[in-house]
């Protein structure tokens, strides 16, 4: 699949226009159709108990889905989730968790990706997988 924004294009475009999570997210690796991307996961990311919360794992699957769509498609605002299927299957302590994202197919109207979420150091281990479909908007 051909890039057509990398790194810095995809940090700016996180930063311009999703400032208020920006500081949460970090891109790790970018090679359509994968992009990994990592939360750091403080306290404000904490459930009751000291893990993870589901939303917090959400939030990471989300935006690498939409990050990995991004980089094949190009700067396109207002692609949105239509649907989204996560399985979680261990609690993550307090730490950096790193999403590896796939683009399975980009199609006219969607796009489908596939990940799996895990603490770093411990990609043997996922403590999420999640199924994530977006709209995309029509070119006029």
């Known amino acids: 699949m051909e890039m057509k924004m990398d790194a ?3 940090q700016a475009f ?13 891109f790790v690796d970018i090679a359509p159709p994968f992009v990994t991307m990592a939360l750091s996961a403080s306290d ?3 459930r009751p ?3 993870v919360s589901g939303p917090s794992m959400f939030g990471l699957a989300d935006v690498c889905a939409y990050f990995c769509i991004l980089a094949v498609l190009g700067p396109v605002g207002l692609a949105v ?3 989204c299927s996560i399985d979680f299957m261990r609690k993550p302590p307090p730490g950096r968790l790193l999403c590896r994202m796939e683009l399975l197919k980009l199609g006219r109207a969607l796009a489908v ?6 603490s770093e150091g411990a990609e ?3 403590v999420a997988r999640a199924s ?3 709209s995309i908007p029509p070119t006029r």
């Open 113 to 118: 990706c596939e990940g799996r979420i895990f």
């Open 132 to 134: 994530l479909t977006y």
């Open 81 to 83: 989730t239509t649907n």
């Open 8 to 10: 810095v294009a995809l």
């Open 44 to 46: 404000k990311h904490l």
């Open 49 to 51: 108990g000291g893990t």
């Open 14 to 26: 996180l930063e311009r226009d999703f400032p208020q999570v920006s500081g949460d997210f970090e």
């Open 124 to 126: 043997a281990k996922p």
